[in-house]
């Protein structure tokens, strides 16, 4: 089944403490990004990746990190947790870019105290 | 800045009615609108897109529209269902350079109740 899993699904953490979000897709797409969504905003993009090696940053990527070593993978990494990083996270991948479908995963919602 | 606004933001309507949605945008240029439908609790899923010259497009009971001069695009549900209930978001794309950033609209919430 075609799919973009995200690991974990929920997430209680504290402040400063580093913490990895993993993103997998199955679909061979060259295009993978992240996303948060917090209540009254739309949708905010963090980062973004093209293809291997190549990323990028969205809207709001600070305090965010990625890395894409592979094509399937796609992790959002917190270096140090603030509690404005509370929120709905979500991974999404197309088969070339923005303008395709995006198919999305079920989220990750991050709590940080 | 590219700004997407959508209207209303939340909307309750009977079984078996109908409802439009509209999208107001100011990216520009314009390439194309894709409304996405948001299950409580799962990630978006692409419902329709919309090309510049396009003027509708339907998708079962999902009938989306465009006016690319007035930068307007609705979606209008026909026969609602319970299952209808969800967010509907509206994203339009700029083709800037290869740019692969996206703007995506506030959404608007439907509940649909029998």
């Known amino acids: 089944e075609a799919q973009v899993t995200q690991n974990p699904r929920y997430l209680i953490t504290v402040t400063g403490k580093k913490l990895t979000v993993t993103c997998s897709q199955n679909?061979?797409?060259?295009?993978m990004s992240w996303y948060r969504q917090d209540p009254g905003l739309g949708l905010r993009q963090i980062y973004y990746?093209?293809?291997?090696?190549?990323?990028d940053k969205g809207d709001v990527p600070e305090g965010y990190k990625v890395s894409r070593k592979e094509k399937r993978n796609f992790p959002l990494i917190l270096e140090s947790p603030s509690p404005n990083q509370t929120s709905l996270y979500f991974c999404?991948?197309?088969?070339?870019?923005?303008?395709?479908?995006?198919?999305f995963g079920d989220g990750t919602r991050l709590s940080i105290l | 800045k590219n700004q997407v606004e959508q209207s209303p933001q939340s909307l309750i309507i009977l079984e078996g009615k109908n409802c439009t949605l509209q999208?107001?945008?100011?990216?520009?240029?314009?390439?194309?609108l894709r409304w996405y439908k948001q299950d409580t609790g799962r990630g978006p899923v692409s419902l329709t897109i919309?090309?510049?010259?396009?003027n509708t497009k339907s998708n079962g009971r999902y009938t989306a529209t465009l006016d690319a001069d007035t930068k307007q695009s609705s979606l209008h549900i026909t026969a609602s269902q319970l299952s209808d209930s969800a967010s509907y978001i509206c994203?339009?794309?700029?083709?800037?350079?290869?740019?692969?950033?996206?703007?995506f609209g506030t959404g608007t919430k439907l509940q649909v109740i029998p």
């Open positions: 994203v339009p794309f700029s083709p800037s350079g290869g740019y692969q950033k996206v703007t």
């Open positions: 999404a991948s197309s088969l070339e870019g923005v303008n395709q479908p995006q198919h």
């Open positions: 990746s093209m293809n291997v090696e190549v990323t």
């Open positions: 919309m090309t510049f010259s396009e």
């Open positions: 679909m061979n797409h060259e295009y």
């Open positions: 999208c107001n945008y100011t990216v520009s240029p314009f390439s194309n």
